[in-house]
């Protein structure tokens, strides 16, 4: 098998194939980063061509899914064989991916890639397929090496992105937060231990939290009898003085006060914070 590209993430993936007793042949546009591969069992290849004309398989993990196309134009003979992309992309992409590879007679997975690069091959590491099931058959047993947590969830090639990109919305913007968050906590003094102590227990209530929003707006329920948008504005305005009083760059609490604000113009305000679905 192939693995094209191999950064951050794609050297992490040709270590774990090769480890798993697989015949990994790598490349990579900057040769040194494939040929620090060969410690592990990776055979790094001069090009794209002689890495992926053999493969039945190629996993292309670059930095984005025109990388990927531009590199895979100078392959020839990729008919017959399965390109499981990680490389990101919005699902149109994917869908466009599909099409190209489709015309020269090879297969599409698309993935998403829910971890670090030191996770992969553990338990813990989430790793989602989409395409046909026939194709995820084919391939499963390797692509699991990858994660415990692996798993094809759409015969829609457009499924893994669309996922990976809808959750990304919440998971970037809580990370970004946080960083606002813990950068005036630090400035105000309060030791890194207690800031531990506390993001442990807002874990557990925004997990609550997260439960009780998604079935909201599922449901399109949005009465509250806990805690009303005004309630939450109020608060939000009054974050956003503490942070910006700190001397914090609070660009995401800012969007977090204008939006709850948005809520309350459009008579949202006594309803629950999953409303704000509504603007
Ligand atoms: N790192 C993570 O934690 C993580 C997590 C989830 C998903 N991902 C996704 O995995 C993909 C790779 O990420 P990474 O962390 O490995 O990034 P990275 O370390 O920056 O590596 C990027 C890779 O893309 C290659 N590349 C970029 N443009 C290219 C081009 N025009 N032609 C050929 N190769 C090209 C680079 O080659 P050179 O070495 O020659 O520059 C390198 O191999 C990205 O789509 C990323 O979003 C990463």
Request: charged share 25%; hydrophobic share 45%; with cysteine.
């Given at each position: 098998?192939?693995?094209?590209g191999?950064?951050?993430?794609?050297?992490?993936?040709?270590?774990?194939?090769?480890?798993?007793?697989?015949?990994?042949?790598?490349?990579n546009?900057?040769?040194?980063?494939?040929?620090?591969?060969?410690?592990?069992?990776?055979?790094p290849?001069?090009?794209?061509?002689?890495?992926?004309?053999?493969?039945?398989?190629?996993?292309?993990?670059?930095s984005?899914?025109?990388?990927?196309?531009?590199?895979?134009?100078?392959?020839?003979?990729?008919?017959?064989?399965?390109?499981?992309?990680?490389?990101?992309?919005?699902?149109?992409?994917?869908?466009?991916?599909?099409?190209?590879?489709?015309?020269?007679?090879?297969?599409?997975?698309?993935?998403?890639?829910?971890?670090?690069?030191?996770?992969?091959?553990?338990?813990?590491a989430?790793?989602?397929?989409?395409?046909?099931?026939?194709?995820?058959?084919?391939?499963?047993l390797?692509?699991?090496?990858?994660?415990?947590?692996?798993?094809?969830?759409?015969d829609?090639?457009?499924?893994?992105?669309?996922?990976?990109?809808?959750?990304g919305?919440?998971?970037v913007?809580?990370?970004?937060?946080?960083?606002?968050?813990?950068?005036?906590?630090l400035?105000r003094?309060?030791?890194?231990?207690e800031i531990?102590?506390?993001?442990?227990?807002?874990?557990?209530?925004?997990?609550h939290?997260?439960?009780?929003?998604?079935s909201?707006?599922?449901?399109?329920?949005?009465?509250?009898?806990?805690?009303?948008?005004?309630?939450?504005?109020?608060?939000?305005?009054?974050?956003l003085?503490?942070?910006e009083?700190?001397?914090?760059?609070?660009s995401?609490?800012?969007?977090?006060?204008?939006?709850?604000?948005a809520?309350?113009?459009?008579?949202?305000?006594?309803?629950?914070y999953?409303?704000q679905?509504?603007?």
């Amino acid at each position: 098998m192939a693995v094209l590209g191999c950064g951050l993430m794609g050297s992490a993936l040709a270590r774990r194939f090769a480890s798993g007793g697989l015949a990994v042949t790598a490349w990579n546009r900057t040769p040194a980063r494939a040929e620090a591969l060969a410690s592990g069992g990776v055979r790094p290849a001069a090009s794209v061509e002689e890495a992926a004309r053999e493969a039945r398989l190629a996993v292309v993990c670059m930095s984005d899914i025109d990388a990927a196309r531009q590199a895979l134009r100078s392959v020839r003979g990729l008919a017959g064989s399965t390109v499981v992309n990680l490389s990101d992309g919005t699902s149109d992409d994917v869908a466009d991916l599909e099409r190209w590879l489709g015309e020269q007679g090879a297969d599409l997975l698309d993935g998403a890639t829910f971890c670090y690069p030191e996770q992969i091959g553990e338990p813990t590491a989430m790793l989602v397929f989409s395409g046909p099931s026939r194709t995820w058959e084919k391939h499963e047993l390797i692509l699991k090496l990858l994660g415990g947590r692996t798993r094809h969830i759409s015969d829609d090639i457009r499924g893994a992105k669309a996922l990976y990109l809808g959750s990304g919305a919440f998971f970037v913007t809580a990370l970004t937060g946080f960083v606002e968050s813990t950068a005036c906590l630090l400035r105000r003094g309060h030791a890194l231990e207690e800031i531990r102590d506390t993001t442990a227990y807002a874990l557990e209530l925004l997990r609550h939290a997260t439960e009780e929003v998604a079935s909201s707006i599922e449901s399109g329920r949005h009465e509250t009898d806990q805690a009303t948008i005004h309630v939450f504005a109020d608060g939000a305005r009054k974050v956003l003085g503490e942070v910006e009083s700190a001397g914090i760059e609070s660009s995401v609490m800012a969007a977090v006060a204008r939006k709850l604000d948005a809520a309350e113009r459009a008579g949202l305000g006594h309803l629950g914070y999953s409303a704000q679905s509504l603007l």
